[in-house]
């Protein structure tokens, strides 16, 4: 990605609009709005007010688009109409949802010159978003922004179709799911934007979810590190691979609300001042499961069997827990979605024949996760004990524990998650 | 258009298919569908199985499909709501309807592809249309064919977006009314097709309109000045720019219908056979006006100022008649249609101050024109009197008259068309 920019840049020149900043330095800021912000004409024409409000406070802009709500679905069902019992190709596919970006782009665009801005299009194509083969889900290869970059010094605001590029030969592909945040982010890494707002329906990163803990509130700054750990845990604001590309790129990027004007989250490499935080926020996944195979000898080969098994059956493991007992005997655990349990067991039962004489398969679901994350516990110990004396306390029994630099994760019972990511929320201060 | 074909290849191997031909000379066919023919998923199945046959009997195959119907409507209503008072970008326009082929292309393709074929879809741009960059209405200017023959080579049915181009700068654009049409003539002169299908939904070009001269025949082969003279009286099978665009390269093209295996209606270059026909067909074409400006002295410039300033108002002038008298005083008529006529008016009344005294501005509606077209009259004489005769045999009076190597036209009473029509027909032997 020789086009690309760096981390070089520097940090003075990063501030978000709604900062404090001399109104002197424009600044170049990609924004990107999805689909249920752009679901309705009304809904667009929000959208340009506030790109046009940005724009009037003196920054240069880049805005990427998602396809209207439900759209991609409509399409999805014609697919399925004309193919009946085939499959739809996947390359066809891809001409077919890139349709809905091109529909929001020019809509949008559209609606701003209406307004009297100055206005142009662009699918991701034209914008030199090069992609690999890999149709309904490539992975960018490179970005050329000479055209971008030639518009907005002609004054242009740009609209920018999420979810799409092309390959080398000219054929249209797409990101697969978080595509348009995605083309957000690497898109600011390529132009060197200053920032790059998610506006999504949430106001930001919460220390834990509202719904389960009332008194959370909204992190101002996290570090990608703290994102990437929170995401995995089940705070899906933004996929997982968005945030592992800005970081790569070092793009600062602000996830934040499309239905009002606060703040939201800025997410950055980490400073000083966030590592004087332990814990960041508290995440919970519910609909867990967890498979066992117990009684196996404790061989090189085993767990490369298992897990070999499980993801040709194309199940996503989360947790894996593994103790070595001194006999020579161990057991192997590990998570997965409830809804992939009897698929896990279908893939496995040909490998536990393998495994001798002894060894058996055992599910379990009705099981949650609870994970505290903050790049602090680095420095600090007597984080887990903290951890566990709190749901201990709460009566609360924990079933596997696995932990990471910065995260520590228990499985429960599922209907103790609510309970416990409160006791949890309170035993760390975060809503203070 | 340097890499567009012409006219050099033996006609031989032009023989369209349902016509004898041996099985053993692979041709190359462009299909063209409207809206209407994959204006439902069944009815793209239904395309896709027609593409299939055409393989089936040993073609290659460049399909050329339109937007679904009813499309194209739903996308400007979302620009006229998005823009408000308004009026959406022409650049954002293309964007936005090109978007409807592009559905289009995807969802046949596939819906091939499920049936077992190797079909592949490309955009206007990806097939490499170019145009200028007149948006909304652009013209082809160049077709770099070398990707559609690679494709055709590795054994793909292509399906290509109609309608659609892009700039030399990479700008979506389309091509007005009648622009997939133009996309498969103009396709079919950059590949040197053997032979351009326009599939509608008639059968072909009739010796008359069969709803008026129920004895109307189909015309089993018509040359191309004969079919646009068909086209600017009123037969609408296609517009002009196609039929010109098709003389000018030279492509064989045929109408026919969707909804049968009837053959069409061949449009080619004129031959010998053609000639010994005198009259092709009578066409005929209601709601139109004239307009007359009578009492004007017979000075050089005059028609100049009138038709200067009909044009700038954009109003579609058609028949002029003008009849020089011998005292210097003239009256010029035209007709335009009838819903054009008070922005006429209210266009000539600056000029008519101009002309002199005793100039005089008339408009009157309720007018048909009546045309009878044939290259065969260039080396008959007594056409004219032949149709005036059964006209007057049959008490319909004719109030314009005027006259083209290849087309007779008359206005009349509009009330009398029909009447005026069915005569004509019996006059020339058409039904036999």
Do not use: W
């Amino acid at each position: 990605m020789a086009e690309m920019g760096h981390k070089s840049r520097p940090a003075f020149l990063r501030v978000p609009p709604g900062f404090p900043s001399p109104r002197s330095s424009v600044s170049l800021i990609v924004q990107k709005y999805g689909g249920t912000s752009v679901g309705t004409p009304e809904r667009i024409r929000n959208v340009a007010r506030r790109i046009l409000a940005t724009q009037a406070e003196g920054h240069r802009i880049v805005a990427v688009v998602s396809a209207m709500a439900g759209v991609t679905n409509r399409l999805i069902e014609l697919a399925d109409e004309v193919t009946g019992e085939g499959q739809p190709t996947e390359r066809e596919m891809d001409v077919l949802l890139a349709t809905g970006e091109q529909t929001t782009i020019a809509l949008t665009a559209m609606a701003l010159n209406a307004m009297g801005a100055k206005a142009v299009s662009l699918t991701g194509a034209q914008a030199g978003i090069e992609t690999d083969g890999v149709h309904t889900k490539a992975r960018i290869s490179n970005i050329s922004p000479a055209g971008v970059h030639g518009l907005l010094d002609d004054g242009y605001i740009i609209i920018l179709a999420g979810f799409q590029g092309k390959t080398a030969d000219g054929s249209i592909t797409t990101l697969g799911r978080g595509g348009s945040d995605l083309t957000a982010i690497a898109m600011s890494a390529a132009i060197n934007a200053d920032l790059c707002q998610i506006y999504t329906d949430v106001d930001g990163v919460y220390t834990c979810d509202p719904r389960v803990v009332p008194e959370a509130r909204k992190i101002e700054e996290i570090s990608y590190d703290e994102m990437l750990e929170m995401a995995s845990s089940g705070t899906k604001v933004m996929q997982s691979r968005s945030v592992e590309f800005a970081k790569k790129f070092g793009v600062v990027f602000e996830v934040r609300s499309s239905l009002n004007e606060n703040p939201g989250t800025i997410v950055r490499e980490e400073t000083m001042s966030m590592e004087a935080v332990v814990i960041r926020g508290v995440s919970l996944e519910r609909a867990q499961a967890k498979v066992t195979i117990a009684g196996v000898r404790d061989l090189p080969g085993t767990a490369g069997k298992i897990f070999g098994a499980v993801a040709e059956a194309n199940i996503l493991v989360d947790m894996i827990v593994q103790n070595v007992s001194k006999t020579g005997i161990t057991d192997i655990s590990f998570t997965v979605h409830r809804d992939d349990v009897s698929k896990a067991e279908a893939a496995l039962l040909p490998v536990l024949a393998t495994l001798g004489e002894g060894a058996t398969l055992e599910a379990q679901d009705g099981i949650a996760k609870l994970s505290v994350v903050g790049i602090g516990m680095r420095s600090h110990s007597g984080v887990a004990a903290e951890m566990f004396r709190a749901l201990a306390e709460a009566g609360i029994n924990i079933e596997m524990i696995s932990t990471s630099e910065i995260k520590i994760t228990v499985t429960l019972a599922e209907d103790q998650i609510d309970a416990a990511a409160k006791v949890t929320h309170a035993a760390f201060g975060l809503a203070e």
